[in-house]
T-cell receptor, first 112, second 119 residues
Framework: GNSVTQMEGPVTLSEEAFLTINCTYT??????LFWYVQYPGEGLQLLLK?????DKGSNKGFEATYRKETTSFHLEKGSVQVSDSAVYFC???????????FGSGTRLSIRP | GAVVSQHPSRVICKSGTSVKIECRSL??????MFWYRQFPKKSLMLMAT?????????EQGVEKDKFLINHASLTLSTLTVTSAHPEDSSFYIC???????????????FGEGSRLTVL
């Protein structure tokens, strides 16, 4: 079946540190991959996406590359800010469906 | 950006009662909406896909008679938790799909969630 596995949190970093949140997936065919972010007190928002192998999604300094050979879609940011503190969800949409399947979420806290 | 609103954001009810949660797409029409349940420290679990004008499609293991979903218009879907019990206490999140059409790519927009507490 289809599933998403992401690193457990919480992740605590100092401001300006490098961030990596690992995400791997299991799916048949060619799913689309997503990172969603949930800021405190708000709903989920799409952060970035990639729809085919080797695509790189990017937004707000975050990047993730669709790696089919390793079935991964790791989220990275070179220099995090306090305002990046949130819960990050990796997700996939199977190629033949409209529904989205989420990972367990990773809580990120950034210290000033 | 597109806005999806859920109401109520918090609800406390007694065991055995029914609770209705509304999900509205405020500035676009959504033929498809999705209902998720979020457990503490767990992922969002897809409960059902709600299609305007037709019956909802439930995921395996989700009781359709327990969680009634109605998508009566292109901007409103409701989730009714019937005869609620304490184990139904959770965070329920809806999302609405905008498009795809000539302009939109079918991106999902999420509500802020509704926390249900059953005493």
């Amino acid at each position: 079946g289809n599933s998403v596995t992401q690193m457990e949190g919480p992740v605590t970093l100092s401001e300006e540190a490098f961030l990596t949140i690992n995400c791997t997936y299991t799916a048949t065919g060619y799913p689309s991959l997503f990172w969603y972010v949930q800021y405190p007190g708000e709903g989920l928002q799409l952060l970035l996406k990639a729809t085919k192998a080797d695509d790189k999604g990017s937004n707000k300094g975050f990047e993730a590359t669709y790696r089919k050979e390793t079935t991964s879609f790791h989220l990275e940011k070179g220099s995090v800010q306090v305002s990046d503190s949130a819960v990050y969800f990796c997700a996939l949409r199977p190629s033949s469906a409209s529904k989205i399947i989420f990972g367990s979420g990773t809580r990120l806290s950034i210290r000033p | 950006g597109a806005v999806v609103s859920q109401h109520p954001s918090r609800v406390i009810c007694k065991s055995g009662t029914s609770v209705k949660i509304e999900c509205r797409s405020l500035d676009f029409q959504a033929t498809t909406m999705f209902w998720y349940r979020q457990f503490p420290k767990k992922s969002l679990m897809l409960m059902a896909t709600s299609n305007e004008g037709s019956k909802a499609t439930y995921e395996q293991g989700v009781e359709k008679d327990k969680f009634l979903i109605n998508h009566a218009s292109l901007t409103l879907s409701t989730l009714t938790v019937t005869s609620a019990h304490p184990e139904d206490s959770s965070f329920y999140i809806c999302s609405a799909r905008r498009g795809p059409d000539r302009v939109n790519t079918g991106e999902l927009f999420f509500g802020e969630g509704s926390r249900l507490t059953v005493l």
